[in-house]
């Protein structure tokens, strides 16, 4: 399994970006996929992850503000990020629990 992560860049504080994860190698309608992120100096975290039913989980972090969600006709799961925060600035991972398989990431960076 690929896993390829797009959406990334610089924002503001209080801004929006919304996360792309596109899947590749295999029948991706039946992944439980995650989203990670890796803070400058900061072990790698859970953020949030979505069943192949859709069912969602949160980070405390991510609770209200951050939104997990999947298309399986386009291979993709996405991370809709809002009113975001200096403290959300890390790389941005997505993850493939069958295969564990690991996206290259994506920098967020939160600043004015």
């Known amino acids: 399994v690929q896993l390829v992560e797009s959406g990334g860049g610089l924002v503001q504080p209080g801004g929006s970006l919304r996360l792309s994860c596109a899947a590749s190698?295999?029948?991706?309608?039946?992944?439980?996929m995650d989203w990670y992120r890796q803070a400058p100096e900061k072990q790698r975290e859970f953020v949030a992850a979505?069943?192949?039913?859709?069912?969602?989980n949160y980070a405390d972090s991510a609770k209200g503000r951050f939104t997990i969600s999947r298309d399986n006709a386009k291979n993709t799961v996405y991370l809709q990020m809002s009113n975001l925060k200096p403290q959300n600035t890390a790389v941005y991972y997505c993850?493939?629990?069958?295969?564990?398989?690991w996206g290259q990431g994506i920098q967020v960076t939160v600043s004015s």
């Open positions: 993850y493939d629990r069958v295969s564990g398989s």
């Open positions: 190698g295999s029948i991706f309608s039946i992944y439980a």
């Open positions: 979505i069943t192949s039913g859709g069912s969602t």
